[in-house]
């Protein structure tokens, strides 16, 4: 490269900078920064009425796992916690497999329609999508709540004598879980099998396979990067969510989120729910690298 | 070719489960909708037509206040971040991979990745230690906080739209010796509005819908509209959150249409 070339491309990396650096600032200001605070007090001990006192404690990573007895300070397994951490783990596990088994057919449904209809099943898809979170978990409250449509229809057509009570249970955040964020699992496998190429499938059939065996052994292995992409993106927010556990969960079907939150209100453990907030964080960065890990592979395979 | 009828890309019980879903995705919807205009006083029966829990909504104080602390705050939010987005996005974009573009494009996305009740706490910490020094109380935490959330939102439109433009009208612009601002002016701005605009209803949208930041980060006395809805549910449930919701629903659907349009490209 020539010394005016080097020059030239100098000047492009600093224009670039100068011009990233305004939305940089405020990243930092209102989102990166405020991170690392989270780390450094989850390192520190409690303060009486909530915040944090001055020093250096390990105790708030201590009590992800465990509790204290206030008499001989023996350690015990919190089993309060380890509860919670289980059925976010088993609701989000739940949340992704059901998003999955329903998204493909849909994802596959779209993806086989003719190019104009195909934009508007999409768009049927992404209005959801966009549409406030709040809204479509109170849609759900709705319908089960025991006031709600389900019991009102089901009482009215004397198919139950009793109202049946659905919300406030586990399954009634995976349901709102599953509904609210289904689409993030349709979206990617749809731009996966969008690119698909079908006259993979007459190749398949003229060998005479049946449609499973094209299911299992020449749609999926292709499309897996979607697969992937989207078990991740409905698998991280259900891992934090917070607003369908706190309205379909009710106070004792608790969240990770909820958990995190209850620190820094009545639990007055903001230790804890910083430490807490890290460990859910360091969950999602590594789910996450394992995405950008296939996306990069899918990129290079030139798909 | 396969028999006479036989669809090649037809796989056996997946049509009926796409029905199913796109009908489980809007029949809760539809009825929230319908209930809206219910004339009771929630889905426990139908009581005929009315427009009363819209009148109730719209002589309510607390949600008249609470609609115009949302468009203001959504209304900073969304030209803060698209402005900021716009110039990150004229830094990141047609030009030669320099260092650090890889932190930049992580650092730019990063609202998108963190756990959004993460994100939220991580701000009521910060910001209560600036409180507690500067004793101010006012919006601009909230409007700080949505405009950094908001920034990818604006800047993935933009940044799409910008690579999608050709290079060869500026190099024509500087031929005819225009200077780089004359022709970032005069030709790359007007070509890329349509991406701005696209990235403003998105941020706009984002920091509308928003739940759980604004509730971590709010003051007393500083309920947006989902804030307000959040608490209400939570207490005695009335039509009024039906006809809230049938209000912000339509206004999402009516930006998103105009997202579409914008962004369509032309065959």
């Given at each position: 490269?020539?010394?005016?070339?080097?020059?030239?491309?100098?000047?492009?990396?600093?224009?670039?900078?100068?011009?990233?650096?305004?939305?940089?600032?405020?990243?930092?200001?209102a989102?990166?920064?405020?991170?690392?605070?989270?780390?450094?007090?989850?390192?520190?001990?409690?303060?009486?009425?909530?915040?944090?006192?001055?020093?250096?404690?390990?105790?708030?990573?201590?009590g992800?796992?465990?509790?204290?007895?206030?008499?001989?300070?023996?350690?015990?397994?919190?089993?309060?916690n380890?509860?919670?951490?289980?059925r976010?783990?088993?609701?989000s596990?739940?949340?992704?497999?059901?998003a999955?088994?329903?998204?493909?057919?849909?994802?596959?449904?779209?993806?086989?329609?003719?190019?104009?209809?195909?934009?508007?099943?999409?768009f049927?898809?992404?209005?959801?999508?966009?549409?406030?979170?709040?809204?479509?978990?109170?849609?759900?409250?709705?319908?089960?709540?025991?006031?709600?449509?389900?019991?009102?229809?089901?009482?009215?057509?004397?198919?139950?004598?009793?109202?049946?009570?659905?919300?406030?249970?586990?399954?009634?955040?995976?349901?709102?879980?599953?509904?609210?964020?289904?689409?993030?699992?349709?979206?990617?496998?749809?731009?996966?099998l969008?690119?698909?190429?079908?006259?993979?499938?007459e190749?398949?059939?003229?060998?005479?396979a049946?449609?499973w065996?094209?299911?299992?052994?020449?749609?999926?292995?292709?499309?897996?990067?979607?697969i992937?992409?989207?078990?991740?993106?409905v698998?991280?927010?259900?891992?934090?969510?917070?607003?369908?556990?706190?309205?379909?969960?009710?106070?004792?079907?608790?969240?990770i989120?909820?958990?995190?939150?209850?620190?820094?209100?009545?639990?007055?453990?903001?230790?804890?729910?910083?430490?807490?907030?890290?460990?859910?964080?360091?969950?999602?960065t590594g789910?996450?690298?394992?995405y950008?890990?296939?996306?990069?592979?899918?990129?290079?395979?030139?798909h | 070719?396969?028999?006479?009828?036989?669809?090649?890309?037809?796989?056996?019980?997946?049509n009926?489960i796409?029905?199913?879903?796109?009908?489980?995705?809007?029949?809760?919807?539809?009825?929230?909708?319908?209930?809206?205009?219910?004339?009771?006083?929630?889905?426990?029966?139908?009581?005929?037509?009315?427009?009363h829990?819209?009148?109730?909504?719209?002589?309510?104080?607390?949600?008249?206040?609470?609609?115009?602390?949302?468009?203001?705050l959504?209304?900073?939010?969304?030209?803060?971040?698209?402005?900021?987005?716009?110039?990150?996005?004229?830094?990141?974009t047609?030009?030669?991979?320099?260092g650090?573009?890889?932190?930049?494009?992580?650092?730019?996305?990063?609202?998108l990745?963190?756990?959004?009740?993460?994100?939220a706490v991580?701000?009521?910490?910060?910001?209560?230690?600036?409180?507690?020094?500067?004793?101010?109380?006012?919006?601009?935490?909230?409007?700080?906080?949505?405009s950094?959330?908001?920034?990818?939102?604006?800047?993935?439109?933009?940044?799409?739209?910008?690579?999608?433009?050709?290079?060869?009208?500026?190099?024509?612009?500087?031929?005819?010796?225009?200077?780089?601002?004359?022709?970032?002016?005069?030709?790359?701005l007007?070509?890329?509005?349509?991406?701005?605009?696209?990235?403003?209803?998105l941020?706009?949208?984002?920091?509308?819908?928003d739940?759980?930041?604004?509730?971590?980060?709010?003051?007393?006395?500083?309920?947006?509209l989902?804030?307000?809805?959040?608490g209400?549910?939570?207490?005695?449930?009335?039509?009024?959150?039906?006809?809230?919701?049938?209000?912000?629903l339509?206004?999402?659907?009516?930006?998103?249409?105009?997202?579409?349009?914008?962004?369509?490209?032309?065959?």
């Amino acid at each position: 490269m020539s010394p005016a070339e080097q020059a030239e491309v100098t000047r492009s990396a600093r224009t670039g900078w100068l011009l990233s650096a305004p939305a940089l600032v405020v990243l930092t200001l209102a989102a990166i920064g405020p991170l690392a605070i989270v780390v450094a007090y989850s390192f520190m001990p409690p303060g009486e009425y909530g915040n944090v006192t001055w020093g250096f404690s390990l105790e708030a990573w201590q009590g992800i796992l465990f509790t204290k007895d206030i008499f001989d300070g023996s350690l015990a397994w919190a089993d309060a916690n380890l509860t919670i951490f289980w059925r976010s783990v088993k609701l989000s596990v739940m949340t992704t497999v059901f998003a999955f088994l329903v998204g493909f057919p849909t994802a596959w449904f779209i993806a086989t329609r003719p190019p104009k209809a195909r934009a508007m099943w999409l768009f049927l898809i992404t209005i959801p999508f966009w549409t406030n979170l709040l809204i479509r978990t109170f849609a759900i409250t709705e319908i089960i709540r025991k006031e709600g449509l389900l019991n009102t229809v089901f009482l009215k057509l004397h198919i139950i004598s009793q109202p049946f009570e659905m919300i406030y249970t586990d399954t009634a955040v995976f349901i709102g879980m599953t509904y609210v964020y289904l689409p993030l699992m349709v979206l990617p496998l749809f731009a996966s099998l969008d690119r698909f190429d079908m006259r993979l499938l007459e190749a398949a059939y003229d060998l005479y396979a049946n449609p499973w065996q094209v299911l299992r052994k020449v749609i999926m292995p292709i499309v897996k990067p979607g697969i992937i992409a989207g078990s991740i993106l409905v698998f991280v927010p259900s891992l934090g969510a917070y607003v369908t556990p706190r309205l379909l969960g009710g106070g004792k079907n608790m969240m990770i989120g909820n958990f995190i939150e209850l620190q820094f209100g009545q639990g007055r453990n903001w230790p804890l729910g910083a430490s807490l907030s890290v460990m859910l964080l360091i969950i999602v960065t590594g789910a996450l690298l394992v995405y950008v890990r296939y996306a990069n592979r899918e990129t290079r395979n030139g798909h | 070719m396969a028999t006479k009828g036989f669809v090649i890309s037809r796989l056996p019980g997946f049509n009926p489960i796409a029905g199913l879903v796109f009908v489980g995705l809007y029949l809760p919807i539809i009825i929230l909708v319908v209930y809206s205009f219910n004339a009771g006083r929630s889905v426990a029966g139908w009581e005929g037509f009315s427009l009363h829990w819209y009148t109730v909504a719209w002589e309510n104080d607390a949600v008249k206040a609470a609609t115009v602390r949302s468009l203001y705050l959504a209304a900073s939010a969304a030209v803060i971040s698209t402005f900021l987005a716009t110039l990150a996005a004229l830094g990141t974009t047609r030009r030669k991979a320099f260092g650090g573009q890889t932190f930049i494009y992580v650092m730019i996305n990063q609202p998108l990745m963190v756990p959004e009740v993460v994100s939220a706490v991580a701000l009521l910490i910060f910001f209560a230690m600036i409180k507690q020094a500067t004793g101010y109380a006012g919006m601009g935490y909230l409007i700080a906080a949505h405009s950094a959330f908001c920034i990818p939102f604006a800047y993935l439109p933009i940044r799409a739209r910008l690579e999608g433009m050709d290079m060869t009208l500026e190099t024509a612009a500087s031929d005819l010796y225009a200077s780089n601002w004359q022709a970032f002016r005069f030709v790359t701005l007007p070509l890329l509005l349509p991406g701005i605009f696209a990235g403003m209803m998105l941020a706009f949208v984002t920091s509308l819908d928003d739940v759980v930041i604004t509730v971590f980060v709010k003051s007393a006395g500083q309920d947006t509209l989902p804030t307000y809805m959040l608490g209400q549910i939570r207490r005695q449930v009335t039509a009024e959150i039906n006809a809230i919701s049938t209000v912000l629903l339509a206004l999402t659907v009516l930006l998103l249409t105009l997202f579409v349009l914008l962004t369509r490209k032309k065959d």
